[in-house]
Each structure stands twice: as C-alpha cells, then as structure tokens.
DNA sequence: GTCTATACAACGATAGAC
DNA sequence: GTCTATCGTTGTATAGAC
C-alpha cells in the first residue's frame, strides 16, 4: 500500500539482508546497518519500530508468496493436485531464496515473525503440513510430511549444496519430497 | 575426567538447559542463570569465559555421543550395516534429545558450536551425511541424505509432533529416512 | 578454588530537538 | 525524516575477599 512512498525503508531493507547474509541475523546489529546507510541508529528506527520488525520486513515477501501458493492450491479440487502445486511452488521458492533460507533457518528471530506470521491468518507452518497429507492420513505419513517440509527448507539452504544450480537442486529436492511423501514422480522429461 | 570435582558446574548446565528450553539459548541472559542459580553473573563466568562455551556444554553429550555412532559405525565392514547402524543410532539419540534438539535447531550459537565440534576432529555434520550414501552415490543420492538429515533433526524437534511418544515417533523417523534413502525397511515385527 | 564487587563497551530502545 | 542524548541490559573482564 501507500504506493511509491518507501525509499529509504527499500534501501534499508534490501542493506539488511545483506548483512544478514553475511553475519547473520543476530550478528548484525542496528548499528552496522544505521553505518552501512550513512544513517545514525535512531534513523533505523524511525522506519521499524523494532529489529525483529526488520527480520520479519525482510522474510515478508517470502512468506507472503508461501502464503498465496497454499491459497491457489486449496482451490484445487483433486487432492493430488494440490499436493502436486505445493510441492513444486515450495520447491522453487526455497531454492529461488536459498540465502535468506539458509539465513533465516537457524535464527530465532524469524521464528518468532513465522509464529504471528502474516495479516492474523491461520499460520503457513500449520497449513502446510496438513496440505501435504491425505484427509485420511495414518500417523506415519504425517511424520513423513514434516520430515519432507523441514528438510527440503534446511537442505535448500545448506551450505554443501550452494554449489548446486538452481535447475538440478529443483528437481533433486522435488524427487526427495515425493519419494517421502510415496508419490510417483512426474515430468521426468530431462535427464 | 578429573572425577567428581563438578557440583556447580553441573547444577550451571541444568539450569542453563532448562533455561534453554523456555526461552530460548539468545533469549536466556548470564544475568537469569545466576539468578537461578542464586549466584552472581561472575560467578558464571569463573566456571565458563563466554556464553557460547556453555551452549556448547549442554549440547556436547549429545554430539560427543554421535561423534562415537559415527566411529562405531566405521569399523563395520558392509556398507549397509553402516547405514543401518547410523540411522537407527541418530534417529534414537535424536527422539532421546527431543526438546534439545528443537532449541538448539534454530539457534545460530549451537551451529557455531557444531563447526568447531568436538576435540578437533574433521566435523561431524561433514562425516555424517558421508556416511549415508554409498561411495558411487550420484547427485540425487546426495541431496536426499541432506534432506533426510536435516529433516528429521528439524521434525524430531518439532512441536506438532512432540505429543507422540518415543517409540512411535522413532518408528516413523526411521522409516521415512530409509524411505528416503531408497532402503528396504527392517524389523517391521512391531505393528 | 570459589565467589562478590565493580567496571566497561556495545547492544536494543526511547525521548525530544532540528 | 533525521539527528543527539540518554536509558537499561547485555556479554565480557578484572581485582580482590574468603
């Protein structure tokens, strides 16, 4: 909203993500930031109110695209398919924000701008979960499901496979997921 | 070593763990560790010089006993018993450390602690997915020991599932990883 | 050896002047 | 919108009492 309004906010924002991504987010501070704008600290916090109002600013976008691939998938009528939407949107999201996910994984922070995470609505970490298994799911798929979310997350941000190119981590993170989740895996066209 | 010299040292971890737990490692201050331990903030720091050092602390038993899994699993001569041994080792000692494991998962001093691990030994994060895939594995092999891994550290520690008890919970994370992994599961006599 | 007292720089945060 | 000045608290550090 507010339209163009946000120079300084963008600025900031786009100067904090780089510093979290290389001192992480505890490791910066106001100070580093307020520095790297040419800024005193007070000025920082004119825009936020708080740091944690930084760290959840800077995983919004992210977040938000999570939020609107479980909102198209529920409009799906065949189970599979959304199964299928989410899989592939979480997947190429992940891997399209590897940095920030890696960055953002092992930070409380963030974890807490997740908990309250977007405009009041159910929470995406519940959601989530509970689009990956069937209505009548046994215990053991459930258990495979939060395997499958929490590992695709950590994995994509991992350090050893920074290496990777975006094409082949795609695929490799999506065959993981269904091998676990014990669907057939689509669109093996390439390679 | 050095017998039964710590009485203090002892109570400071579990208080520490326990604090750890609650709150948070980044959220408990020196200052509420003393105060619980009905002590002075120096008093803490005689028995440890940096916070880091005491997360370490509590998180050492736990590494140290993975540490020797991954050396036990070594001497093994088939490949396949290796990775037998280590997945029902890890996902055990996993199920065992539930609420540590969770706090720990998304605090970025622990992962400080993890990289400079234990008695400067080659890292245990680099030796443990090593030894999960077979020396000829190719790149998709690869990614799904990572995703496996940090899959079932994230979601043993997870709270949607901590209402599930050991055994269940153990059964599951097993599976899912050899599912993962491409293996045939063992022992299903329970069930 | 174990602790208290005290101090310090840097942190997140606030109030108010320009 | 940005500043200076200041607050309380944090992690860290030293000196010295028992």
Redesign the interface.
Same mark, same amino acid.
């Given at each position: 909203m507010t339209a163009t309004k946000g120079d300084t906010r963008t600025r900031l924002l786009d100067t904090a993500l780089g510093l979290f991504t290389v001192h !992480?987010?505890? &490791?910066t501070s106001l100070q580093m930031i307020a520095d790297a704008l040419g800024v005193t600290k007070a000025a920082v916090y004119y825009h936020f109110k708080t740091k944690d109002e930084i760290t959840e600013a800077v995983a919004e976008p992210a977040l938000r695209e999570l939020s609107a691939i479980l909102d198209h998938a529920a409009t799906l009528k065949r189970h599979s398919a959304q199964v299928d939407y989410v899989i592939d949107g979480l997947v190429d999201l992940i891997v399209r924000n590897r940095m920030l996910v890696a960055v953002f994984?092992?930070? =409380? !922070?963030i974890?807490r701008a997740v908990e309250r995470s977007l405009h009041g609505e159910e929470n995406v970490m519940?959601r989530l =979960?509970a689009m990956l298994v069937p209505p009548d799911a046994d215990?053991?798929a459930? $258990? +495979?499901a939060?395997? *499958? #979310? *929490? !590992? $695709?997350? #950590? +994995?994509g941000g991992?350090p *050893? #496979?920074m290496a990777?190119d975006d094409e082949? #981590?795609r695929?490799? %993170?999506g065959? *993981?997921?269904r091998? %676990?989740l &014990?669907r057939p895996r689509r669109r093996e066209n390439l390679s």
């Open positions: !992480g987010v505890e &490791g994984c092992s930070d =409380p !922070g974890a519940t =979960p215990e053991g459930v $258990v +495979a939060h395997v *499958a #979310l *929490a !590992g $695709v997350a #950590l +994995a991992s *050893a #496979l990777m082949r #981590l695929r490799h %993170l065959d *993981a997921v091998r %676990l &014990g």
